[in-house]
């Protein structure tokens, strides 16, 4: 056998930059990224159209729906939300949310094409909601279907600057909320009796929670079913706000009263208890914009597993968040220049995805950071390689783990091989990996040691 060096380095979770891997592109302004429990995905160019990603990054030539007559274009306007009703195989009904006729917000139901998975109907538009603006920014836009079946919808305060107006504490307005409505039993919708406002006079039925600025992306975990919600502040805090699975709803995210956690407008607020304060803040600077995204539950055995994921328009930066004991750790995974994110998506696997608003670029986020800093010489692991029978032998040290992930990317940071090893010794054969260039990945102990793999012709 040949000995090749295992040149690697090691890296904290904390300190090991993340990766992004292109995965499709030709896009305009994308602002959302769903699936409809398929391996497609479907990505919102805010213009107005919505268009099919196969599993390989094919974007399809025609557009699965074309709505730009109906749909108000520019600045914070235009196509901003898209969600898939959960019996979606059977009823094709999807929802999206657009600005449209009179600058107002519009909650619409679309049918697909019967026989066509790959074409909407764009005359089968119902119109659910119509919610004037009083100005042009501060839209919210997302629209995500709840572990309960429910639809939820994200609204902005209206806009300006410092919600003149106080909608967001004014529960006679839906602006500034989360929505929650029933979209199965009665045309256009119901309303949840456990709603917290349910049939009071004093408050619009269909409000979930309340107190928002301009809540940009709102997620479940699909995992525990809880709610992140990501609000844009205003000139001196963005926030991350938690709602846990087993609320009944009537969270006051305390906005215009607050901007994170600091005293904002306060005349004619309640005492500080009235208010859920946000789980993690981060000030402006180079930072302005907060882009709400997914807590991660693809592969189970990656770092990332349960970690929330979010960024900022402003710099490109991503963060992860996760709760650690009572405290909530952020860390860094990375700035990526050029790209003002807007949106993250996650696929009907749990892996997620991020789109660059101003390059119109949808990438992976590799589930393991799989970059190759600048390599040193890691004693008590050894990789034997046959060039001829293109098997390889890892040798571990037991003095270093007593188990590790094996762990083998292809170019695109897609996974092609994966098993927890217990022995000394692990023989594997590259004859059923295609010819071309791998990273090999040991996870032991929280650390990775990693590996370019060249299996030649």
Known sequence: MLLVSFTATVCSRAQNPGILTPFAEGFTSPVTITHAGDSRLFVVNQPGSIFIVDSTGTVNAEP??????KVIF????????????????????????????GDSTHIARFSMQPGNPDKADPQSGLNLLTIEQPYKNHNGGSLVFGPDGYLYIALGDGGSGGDPENRAQNLTEYLGKILRIDVDNVDPYSIPESNPYFNLNSARSEIWALGLRNPWKFSFDRLT??????????????????????????????????????????EGCSAEEGYTFPVHTYP?????????????RGDSLSPYYGRYFFADYCSDRIWTLRKETSNWVREDFGRFAGNNFSAFGEDIHGELYVAGHSNGIIYRISSFATGLPPEKKLSGIQLFYNPVSRKFLLEINPDIAREAILSIYDIRGAVRFRKMIHDEKY???????????????????????????????
């Open 284 to 296: 402006h600077g180079a930072e302005c914009s907060v882009t709400g995204g997914y807590v991660y």
């Open 225 to 266: 079913g809880d709610l992140w919600i990501a609000d844009v502040g205003q000139n001196q805090v963005e926030e991350i706000n938690f709602q846990p699975a087993n609320s009944t709803g009537g969270e006051n995210y305390g906005w215009r009263c607050y901007e994170g956690n600091d005293s904002f407008e306060p």
């Open 74 to 101: 520019g600045g914070e306007q235009g196509l901003l939300g898209l969600a898939f009703h959960p019996d979606y195989k059977d009823n094709g009904y999807f929802y999206v949310n657009y600005i449209g006729a």
């Open 427 to 457: 023989e594997f054969d590259t004859g059923r990996l295609p010819y071309g260039v791998y990273l090999l990945s040991l996870w032991m102990d929280g650390k990775y040691w990693s590996h370019k793999l060249i299996i030649e012709q």
């Open 64 to 69: 699965f729906l074309d709505i730009t007559d």
